[in-house]
């Protein structure tokens, strides 16, 4: 399977705990993205990376959440002092972007499933 | 603050029904507005529509964009129960896409 992968699938943690999720993106996207999805919301866009480059964050991005791409390659995102209202659906999608032109689809992982007691 | 909305936010008709999906945006910096279909798992693309006025087909599935009124709707024809799903619209700008939240669909057998 060439698509977008994420690691794991789900994740049961508690509350003040830290949590790391994994993102390994199709092998030839430059882009990646991370969203979060909850019960009856469209994704909301968190952070994305060109090549390792992390090139925006969303106001929603607290703190206590921080997301690397150190080779280019795969992704991760961690959550420090995790708190109920962080229960969602992290997404991570890629995109191929070639100089000045972007290739705007974005082709989506699983997502890992957050829920925190 | 840019925004999409989606409308209905959930439809339930009969296997065999034609359904049209709305999708509204204001956006700064538009570039494309792509439609996803979401099952119990991620997003699976659609379409994407960069242009007014041209229409995009895939088998039943077709979709239109009007960048002048700001909207853009997805048909259904022939619905069949593997139909049913979230649909998502979102909108390009920059590098950054911004979802509405979505229309859930359910088709009767």
């Known amino acids: 399977d060439t698509g977008v992968s994420q690691d794991p699938r789900h994740k049961i943690t508690k509350r003040g705990q830290n949590v790391t999720f994994r993102c390994d993106p199709i092998s030839e996207h430059n882009r990646l993205y991370w969203y979060r999805q909850t019960l009856g919301q469209g994704p909301e866009f968190l952070t994305y990376f060109q090549n390792e480059a992390q090139l925006e964050k969303s106001r929603l991005l607290s703190d206590r959440f921080s997301a690397e791409r150190p080779k280019g390659s795969f992704s991760t995102l961690e959550i420090q002092r995790t708190e109920q209202g962080d229960s969602a659906m992290y997404l991570c999608?890629?995109?191929?972007?070639?100089?000045?032109?972007?290739?705007?689809?974005?082709?989506f992982g699983p997502g890992t499933r957050l829920t925190v007691l | 603050e840019d925004k999409v909305v989606q409308s209905p936010l959930s439809l339930v008709v009969h296997e065999g029904d034609t359904v049209t999906l709305n999708c509204s945006y204001e956006v700064t910096n538009f570039r494309s507005l792509l439609w996803y279909k979401q099952e119990k798992k991620a997003p699976t693309f659609l379409f994407m529509l960069t242009s007014s006025g041209i229409e995009k087909k895939s088998g039943r599935l077709s979709s239109i964009l009007d960048k002048k009124e700001l909207f853009s709707i997805l048909n259904i024809t022939a619905t069949q129960t593997g139909d049913s799903a979230v649909y998502l619209c979102?909108?390009?700008?920059?590098?950054?896409?911004?979802f509405g939240k979505g229309t859930r669909l359910h088709i009767l057998p």
């Open positions: 979102a909108v390009v700008r920059d590098d950054k896409i911004i």
């Open positions: 999608a890629s995109s191929l972007a070639a100089d000045s032109t972007v290739t705007d689809t974005q082709y």
